[in-house]
């Protein structure tokens, strides 16, 4: 039986006990401690004990996302939860396989898989000049921005804010603007995040119709160079099947490494 958690407080017993309890146990949940408080403060978590497996569903990116702490993968299962739950895992290359196989086996199906990325001191030695009929800005205009995020992305898997969180998703993120000089409007954006020194890229957004004209190299560029002197390592996702991204990416001088990033629905 879910019960809603009233404070960060009460979080930090729970997973502290059962932790006591088992103390090899693994676990999913990596969301920082500031957005737990956050999303607790919003009534948006829910907890159980099921199967010698501590579960939080938590309601995020528009659907229910479910976290675990388990002393024994095999006990993940999530058929306590009777509406469709997402479950994302951060695991190495070499252990996609196990993991697959366990939590296939326990009724969840592989939505996405992403790659982790790492920039290179390549990439902070580029000299990508900016197209004249372009001009970069960090003004930005939120309407576009929105506009482009849900046109651009899937709400799930690009973990897009909900409504009520746009004006706390401005405030934590570093965004860049590139405009078209002639049109006066929104050729695309890029959005960072930052913590301590090392940065994430969580979207590179091109409008459709400058698509082909070097846009999203321009946004990476000024990025990269821009923040060079205050990050010491860059990361971002990128999906597995998406080819033109990854070359993008390694055309920029960001490398693949080990670590992925798996998507899963159940129920």
């Known amino acids: ?13 729970i997973v502290s006990a059962f932790k006591e309890k088992h103390r090899n146990s693994v676990t999913n949940l990596v969301l920082p401690v500031k957005t737990i408080e956050n999303l607790i403060a919003n009534k948006k978590v ?9 579960f939080f569903v938590i309601e995020q990116y528009h659907v229910s996302m479910l976290y675990f702490y388990a002393n024994n993968l095999e006990n993940v299962d999530a058929s306590f939860y009777e509406s469709q739950l997402f ?45 004249k009929s372009f001009e970069i800005s960090t003004e930005v205009d939120k309407e576009c921005t929105i506009k482009l995020l849900k046109d651009n992305f899937d709400l799930v898997g690009d973990r897009l804010p909900e409504e009520e969180d746009y004006d ?15 049109k006066n409007e929104c050729a695309g954006v890029l959005v960072y995040s930052v913590i301590n020194k ?5 979207y590179i957004i091109v409008n459709n119709e400058y698509r082909g004209h070097g846009v999203s190299k321009m946004l ?48």
């Open 220 to 267: 990476m560029s000024y990025y990269l160079n821009e923040t060079r002197d205050m990050i010491k390592r860059y990361e971002l996702w990128v999906l597995r099947d998406n080819p033109v991204a990854i070359s993008l990416y390694l055309n920029m001088g960001y490398k693949l490494d080990t670590l992925c990033k798996e998507l899963y629905t159940v129920n």
């Open 46 to 54: 829910s907890f159980c004990l099921f199967n010698n497996c501590l």
């Open 87 to 131: 479950l994302e895992i951060l695991v190495h290359q070499d252990n996609l396989i196990t993991w697959d196989k366990i939590l296939s086996g326990n009724g969840f199906n592989k939505k996405l898989s992403y790659s982790r990325m790492i920039a290179t001191e390549q990439s902070l030695n580029l000299d990508i000049k900016t197209d």
């Open 198 to 202: 090392m940065s994430m890229l969580d």
């Open 1 to 13: 039986m879910l019960t809603k958690l009233e404070n960060i407080e009460q979080y930090h017993e």
């Open 168 to 182: 706390c998703f401005f405030s934590e993120k570093y965004i860049i603007q590139i405009n078209d000089i002639e």
